[in-house]
């Protein structure tokens, strides 16, 4: 069974500072995703990361992926007010893409 | 929005009776999903859809029943439903070649 186990669950952080969200599974993926959700919003998909090595970087977020060590990472820099959010990764499993989520970083960026 | 509509939004029953939610898309997508999420768990996959009469079970299918009879419905059902039920569903479609899934706004169902 995959599990997926994402930290810190909560992040405060101060505006211009730089934090990293982590991202572990268990079992081999061919594609991990990012997601951002806002409170009673709906998901926004951020990141889609295919292979080992790779790296995407949106703005202030950058995420990057490493297939060996099962770990994903979503980098904040600088971060400011707008970027507070929950953050989930979810990983892949078969052909029909069935995701499984972390259980998300809310993330507070503070004055 | 990747042109999906559940409904409804929000919805209070009562334990035992049935609900069924609906999620609706107009870009004849393949691929449809039914998750819930509750505090603690993320989000997690109930069924799935991949294409009109085929469909398959997630990880919480239990109490749960699906059914897709044209591409662009895809009906969840809790013939029964309990407190342990109560959450937010969301609805997807696998999207592209990065087979990214987009999501409803979500339904709000509170079973007392």
């Known amino acids: 069974e995959l599990k997926v186990e994402q930290n810190p669950l909560f992040l405060s952080m101060q505006e211009g500072k730089n934090y990293t969200i982590y991202c572990n599974y268990s079992?081999?993926?061919?594609?991990l995703y990012w997601y951002r959700q806002d409170p009673g919003k709906s998901l926004e998909s951020l990141f889609v990361?295919?292979?080992?090595?790779a790296v995407k970087q949106e703005g202030r977020l950058m995420a990057s992926l490493d297939t060996k060590a099962r770990l994903s990472t979503l980098h904040i820099t600088a971060a400011v007010h707008d970027l507070s959010a929950t953050y989930f990764c979810?990983?892949?499993?078969?052909?029909?893409?069935?995701?499984?989520f972390g259980t998300g970083t809310r993330l507070q960026v503070t004055l | 929005d990747a042109g999906i509509t559940q409904s409804p939004r929000h919805k209070v029953t009562e334990t035992g009776t049935p609900v069924t939610l609906r999620c609706h898309q107009t870009?004849?997508?393949?691929?449809m999903y039914w998750y819930r999420q509750d505090p603690g768990h993320g989000l997690r996959l109930i069924h799935y859809?991949?294409?009109?009469?085929?469909?398959d079970k997630g990880e919480v299918s239990d109490g749960y029943s699906v059914s897709r009879s044209k591409t662009e419905d895809f009906l969840l059902t809790l013939e029964s439903a309990t407190s342990s039920q109560t959450s937010v569903y969301f609805c997807?479609?696998?999207?592209?070649?990065?087979?990214?899934?987009?999501f409803g706004a979500g339904t709000r169902l509170s079973v007392l």
């Open positions: 997807a479609i696998r999207q592209g070649a990065k087979n990214i899934q987009y």
């Open positions: 079992t081999t993926s061919d594609r």
């Open positions: 990361l295919l292979s080992n090595g």
């Open positions: 979810a990983v892949n499993t078969g052909t029909a893409s069935k995701l499984t």
């Open positions: 870009e004849n997508h393949r691929y």
């Open positions: 859809s991949y294409g009109v009469k085929d469909t």
